[in-house]
């Protein structure tokens, strides 16, 4: 393991504004709730790091947690959640209609674990390559714009 494989931490106070948003976090279990709430302050810093992306939007989508950039054609959606059937596993998911799939396993061979061109699925107990994923979320919420380039 390298020096950024690391546990994320769960943000002490987390402000969830939307109500909605608010209560699926609050009807997954512990184990669930820590990582996707590491995911969810993952996404947000990320987003904060780049002002291309300007404000983030955080709904509700297919009733999963979602975020993306509020204005229109400068990244595409991520959705995060616990997998359906593998109750170990979280989804850091996106359009299976992009690139992004292809993109993150050209960047990064080996070291995610994806479902099809959907997800790239984490483990609740693992660590994560951090600065991969960071990554990956960028360029995930700057999508439409790297495609403009």
């Known amino acids: ?33 820590g990582k996707l709430l ?54 850091l998911y996106f359009s299976c209609n992009s690139s992004l799939a292809d993109d993150f396993q050209q960047l990064y061979p080996g070291l995610f674990e994806f479902e099809g061109r959907r997800a790239i699925l984490i483990s609740t107990e693992d660590l994560v390559h951090e600065a991969a994923l960071r990554h990956c979320v960028a360029l995930a919420l700057t999508y439409h714009l790297n495609k403009k380039r």
């Open 38 to 91: 590491e995911l969810r302050r993952l996404i947000m810093d990320e987003a904060g790091r780049h002002p291309e992306i300007g404000k983030l939007q955080e709904t509700l989508k297919w009733g999963q947690p979602s975020y993306l950039p509020a204005k229109p054609r400068i990244g595409t959606t991520l959705r995060i959640d616990r997998h359906p059937i593998r109750a170990d596993m979280v989804g």
């Open 1 to 33: 393991m390298g020096a950024s494989d690391m546990k994320l931490k769960v943000p002490k106070d987390v402000k969830i504004l939307d109500r909605k948003v608010r209560e699926v976090f609050g009807n997954y279990e512990n184990s669930i709730r």
